[in-house]
């Protein structure tokens, strides 16, 4: 068999380990990382295009590809751009139903407040490529971005001999303002602290490599950027309700993303649990990646999991907080109630993890190796910044000005008291001029 049945209270100290404390493999690289980093902080184009010879093989000409991507579009055939068209404008209406309203409020006489929302100026997103396509992970970058009201989105992704149609289509689609050919850890540095030919922006996002997630460790502090994801993960909860073959088929599709994926099911039934990895083992026979699938369901980090109770089985997955959550029980809103950490959630047997992926709306850009306990994924919040706006009258600093004063007398900060004090005593002269 692939993949083993395990008790989750048989788990000792190593697997819990493998489970939990999952590793994006970015801190083997960061040395090298940081050397690419320097060279193109240095010398802009210069290095950029050394690397990229050297890394992706490829000589490239002029770096910005813009126009590419909108005859890549024309050029597209009928039935894929539809697909692309579908799945972007439903990433676009969920997106939209995001942004944030400007609202203000009076929270007592005379003292008003309130928070108003405003786009950042320039945000860089990488998307994937090179001899891959990955015109979803485009549309899941570009479009919140745009939605959000970005002034300018750059876009980079790995150049190759001949660009992927699909995403460069994808990219137009989504609306970037400015797309490179170039990706790697010199794409983010690129975008971080610009070059002669790619503009320099506020935040980066995006998925890619652990060259990419280093490189974004790297240039965090002096960019923002949205998190330092890892390889593909997911969670499937099920009970004796669930159909072994759909959960098996979530964990084969996410082990066909890439080696150091983690997949696993959880379930309070031994005969489900020994169904689910008898169809795993039978279902990544007949996956074109295999060899991929079956080294990610031999790893330490997969495996089909019994627990002793519904509970049991929660509080592993609440523990393990993971990017894709499939919930397939006989209450699904029941155990969702109770899980607070998780990337996306998948309910009932008809929402697949592709689903999400592709053309749903909701975001596939998420938190991996437990970033769900402290974050979520990529969305329209993700660009914009907030601005607390108040407004006090008299009346409204007079009943706060004896706490003020206190407060910052307290601290040793008498001006800041006294800006206070001589506002209050400013109104109490113009009162009695009145009189």
């Given at each position: 068999m692939t993949?083993?049945?395990?008790?989750i209270?048989?788990?000792?100290?190593?697997?819990?380990?493998?489970?939990?404390?999952?590793?994006?493999?970015?801190?083997?690289?960061?040395g090298?990382?940081r050397?690419?980093?320097?060279?193109?902080?240095e010398?802009?184009?210069?290095?950029?295009?050394?690397?990229?010879?050297?890394?992706?093989?490829?000589?490239?000409?002029?770096?910005?590809?813009?126009?590419?991507?909108?005859?890549?579009?024309?050029?597209?055939?009928?039935e894929?751009?539809?697909?692309?068209?579908?799945?972007?404008?439903?990433?676009?209406?969920?997106?939209?139903?995001?942004?944030?309203?400007?609202?203000?409020?009076?929270?007592?006489?005379?003292?008003?407040?309130?928070?108003?929302?405003?786009?950042?100026?320039?945000?860089?997103?990488y998307?994937?490529?090179?001899?891959?396509?990955?015109?979803?992970?485009?549309?899941?970058?570009i479009?919140?971005?745009?939605?959000?009201?970005?002034?300018?989105?750059?876009v980079?992704?790995?150049p190759?001999?001949?660009?992927?149609?699909?995403?460069?289509a994808?990219?137009?689609?989504?609306g970037?303002?400015?797309?490179y050919?170039?990706?790697?850890?010199?794409?983010?540095?690129?975008?971080a602290?610009?070059?002669?030919?790619?503009t320099?922006?506020?935040?980066?996002?995006?998925?890619?490599?652990?060259?990419?997630?280093?490189?974004?460790?790297?240039?965090?502090g002096?960019?923002?950027?949205?998190?330092?994801?890892?390889?593909?993960e997911?969670?499937?909860?099920?009970?004796?309700?669930?159909d072994?073959?759909?959960?098996?088929?979530?964990l084969?599709?996410?082990?066909?993303?890439?080696?150091?994926?983690?997949?696993?099911?959880?379930?309070?039934?031994?005969?489900?649990?020994?169904?689910?990895?008898?169809?795993?083992?039978?279902?990544?026979?007949?996956?074109?990646?295999?060899?991929?699938?079956?080294e990610?369901?031999?790893?330490?980090?997969?495996?089909?999991?019994?627990?002793?109770?519904?509970?049991?089985a929660?509080?592993?997955?609440?523990?393990?907080?993971?990017?894709?959550?499939?919930?397939?029980?006989?209450?699904?809103?029941?155990v969702l109630?109770?899980?607070?950490?998780a990337?996306?959630?998948?309910?009932?047997?008809?929402?697949?993890?592709?689903?999400?992926?592709?053309?749903?709306?909701?975001?596939?850009?998420?938190?991996?190796?437990g970033?769900?306990?402290?974050?979520?994924?990529?969305?329209?919040?993700?660009?914009?910044?907030?601005?607390t706006?108040?407004?006090?009258s008299?009346?409204?600093?007079?009943?706060?000005?004896?706490?003020?004063?206190?407060?910052?007398?307290?601290?040793?900060?008498?001006?800041?008291?006294?800006?206070?004090?001589?506002?209050?005593?400013?109104?109490?002269?113009?009162?009695?001029?009145?009189?």
């Open positions: 993949i083993d049945v395990r008790e209270s048989d788990l000792g100290p190593d697997d819990r380990v493998a489970f939990f404390d999952r590793d994006a493999g970015i801190e083997g690289v960061r090298d990382v050397e690419i980093v320097d060279r193109v902080r010398e802009g184009d210069v290095a950029v295009r050394e690397f990229t010879s050297d890394f992706d093989d490829v000589e490239v000409g002029n770096l910005e590809i813009t126009d590419a991507c909108e005859r890549a579009y024309d050029d597209l055939e009928q894929l751009r539809d697909a692309i068209e579908s799945a972007a404008a439903n990433v676009r209406e969920f997106h939209a139903a995001q942004v944030p309203e400007d609202w203000r409020h009076e929270f007592s006489d005379g003292r008003e407040l309130g928070r108003r929302f405003r786009p950042i100026d320039r945000v860089g997103v998307v994937p490529g090179g001899e891959a396509a990955y015109p979803s992970s485009a549309l899941m970058g479009i919140p971005a745009v939605v959000a009201g970005v002034e300018h989105v750059s980079v992704t790995p190759a001999e001949e660009l992927n149609p699909a995403t460069l994808a990219i137009h689609v989504a970037a303002d400015a797309v050919s170039v990706g790697g850890a010199q794409a983010v540095a690129a975008l602290y610009g070059t002669e030919s790619i320099r922006v506020q935040k980066i996002v995006g998925p890619g490599n652990k060259w990419v997630t280093a490189a974004k460790a790297e240039v965090r002096d960019v923002e950027i949205d998190f330092l994801a890892g390889p593909s997911v969670v499937v909860v099920a009970d004796d309700t669930a072994p073959e759909l959960v098996a088929s979530e084969v599709a996410q082990a066909e993303h890439d080696p150091n994926a983690s997949v696993v099911a959880v379930t309070d039934d031994e005969e489900t649990a020994t169904a689910i990895a008898a169809a795993a083992d039978s279902q990544a026979s007949e996956r074109a990646r295999e060899d991929v699938i079956r990610v369901l031999e790893s330490d980090a997969s495996g089909v999991l019994l627990a002793r109770s519904m509970s049991e929660i509080l592993f997955t609440e523990e393990y907080a993971p990017e894709h959550l499939s919930i397939l029980v006989s209450d699904d809103e029941a109630d109770r899980i607070d950490s990337g996306s959630v998948f309910l009932g047997p008809e929402t697949p993890v592709a689903a999400g992926d592709y053309a749903s709306g909701t975001n596939h850009v998420l938190p991996t190796n970033g769900a306990r402290v974050t979520g994924g990529l969305s329209v919040e993700t660009f914009v910044r907030s601005t706006v108040q407004r006090l008299s009346d409204g600093l007079a009943d706060l000005g004896e706490t003020v004063t206190t407060l910052a007398e307290a601290e040793g900060l008498d001006a800041h008291a006294e800006s206070v004090r001589i506002r209050l005593a400013t109104d109490r002269e113009a009162e009695q001029e009145q009189k």
